[in-house]
């Protein structure tokens, strides 16, 4: 692909992005959330610019748009098909590029591969996700869990802020939640599933390369806690005898960040690496909310990821076992439930190499393999095919902020090292 043709596309890729961008639950800033009005209004953008590109579209039980592009059917892969794709759901206050790029950048490679009159041996079908984020219900990856058939707890019962379970939103939605299980894919249909993501962080921008080759992505602990005290009144009850929910929770979130901050807990006799390890309070509320009533009650959020399985169950033991030392001192009591947790997702290495050769081959420069400390749908995916990612390099490395950033350049080259790699596989085929 020429430079100018790689410009027009990623071009055409923030035309589309700026488009779903416009979708949003609030006038100033992006939120758009599982099974809502904004994501049936999103979906329905994607499944047009699909029908565009010649892909036939349809709508899961889970709320997910497909697109099959049909191959020849010729060949080893012959009724096998390559997954492309990502999410089309945002956090709160979001960037645009988080998810929805790896959407149209398989929509975008969908339409190079027609106009070169490429027929590939297998179906390609492009993917848009609607729930990678979980920030909606306390569940992520609901969409490719299910197309993965990963889905594991009964989770439909789970609820919103509001107390709307995930059954009731789904089947408003036009969704069935009694057809779940029947939409997985059988690994045996499937050659892979390859998600262009931009990074969300500042690796490639420092080396200066436009796009990375992603060898794994981390462990990752989502978990609940409760911290009960005693609720009372401000003006009257002695400092000494209070049981300050919401102190004993600063304190926490406190060692929580100290936690983070180890390079290493030391064990006996080994240290254990803790690399990458990261741990985060987004979210935090205090019961009963006024400012004249001491704290009774305090519900935060935690999120621990690193590099290994090992890694991040020694620190989450290590926050658990602090967490218990300043209840106990503090009088309060303390409850943490597990949200999700996955272990480290691994590309396929085969994958891995058949993306770096087509990154080399349309960047002209070596290609660097890194690791995500963010979490995508390759974690389900994983359960179905063997995965890749291609990590498009973001300004300042920041993300789920609306100053997120990713130039048409780079798109434009991810989805010719996207393009390049289906053709990579479609010569094995
Ligand atoms: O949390 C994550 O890493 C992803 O953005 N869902
Ligand atoms: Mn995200
Ligand atoms: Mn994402």
């Known amino acids: 692909m020429t430079a100018a043709e790689i410009k027009a596309i990623g071009e055409r890729a923030e035309a589309m992005l700026d488009a779903l961008a416009s979708i949003s639950a609030e006038p100033d800033r992006l939120t758009r959330l599982y099974l809502t009005e904004e994501h049936r209004r999103a979906a329905r953008l994607v499944a047009e610019w699909m029908r565009a590109a010649g892909l036939r579209v349809r709508m899961d039980a889970a709320g997910t748009v497909h697109g099959l592009l049909p ?76 197309v993965s058939g990963s889905l594991r707890d009964p989770m439909l019962d789970l609820t919103d802020a509001d107390g709307v379970t995930i059954r009731a939103a ?24 390859i998600e262009v993501h931009i990074e969300q962080g500042p690796v490639l921008e420092q080396l200066g390369l436009p796009l990375g080759v992603v060898t794994s992505i981390a462990s990752q602990g989502r978990y609940r806690l409760t911290v009960k005290g005693e609720a009372g009144h401000a003006g009257t009850v002695p400092m000494a005898t209070r049981r300050d929910a919401l102190a004993a929770a600063a304190e926490m979130v406190l060692a ?42 305090v519900r935060f959020s935690l999120d ?49 190499e058949r993306i770096a050769g087509a990154v080399e081959a349309v960047t002209g420069s070596p290609s660097h393999r890194l690791m995500s400390g963010a979490g995508h749908d390759g974690q389900a995916m994983v359960h179905l095919a063997p995965i890749g990612m291609i990590f498009v390099r973001c300004r300042g490395g920041i993300s789920h902020n609306p100053a997120e950033y990713a130039s048409p350049e780079d798109m434009g080259i991810a989805v010719a090292a996207l393009v390049e790699t289906i053709l990579g596989l479609g010569a094995e085929s």
């Open 71 to 146: 191959g020849s059917n010729k060949g080893p892969s012959a009724g096998k098909r390559l997954l492309v794709g990502s999410h089309i759901d945002t956090v709160v206050d979001a960037g645009r590029y988080d998810g929805t790029l790896g959407v149209v950048a398989g929509i975008l490679a969908v339409e190079e591969l027609r106009r070169r009159g490429i027929v590939l041996p297998f179906a390609l079908e492009v993917l848009a996700f609607g729930d990678e984020e979980g920030v909606r219900f306390p569940k992520t990856l609901l969409g490719s869990s299910v």
């Open 170 to 193: 789904l089947a408003a939605f036009g969704g069935d939640p009694d057809a779940l299980e029947a939409e997985a894919y059988r690994p045996e249909d499937v050659l892979g599933f």
């Open 256 to 297: 929580i960040e100290a936690v983070g901050m180890i390079q290493s807990i030391g064990r006996t006799g080994d240290d254990v690496r803790t690399e990458t390890l990261v741990a985060t309070v987004g979210e935090i509320k205090a019961l009963p909310g006024a400012s004249n009533v001491i704290p009774g009650e």
């Open 304 to 352: 621990i990821r690193a590099g290994t399985d090992r890694a991040r169950e020694e620190a989450v033991a290590e926050v658990r076992r602090r967490i218990d030392e300043i209840a106990g001192r503090r009088g309060v009591a303390v409850r943490i439930e597990t949200v999700h947790e996955k272990v480290v997702a691994a590309s396929a290495p085969e994958m891995v």
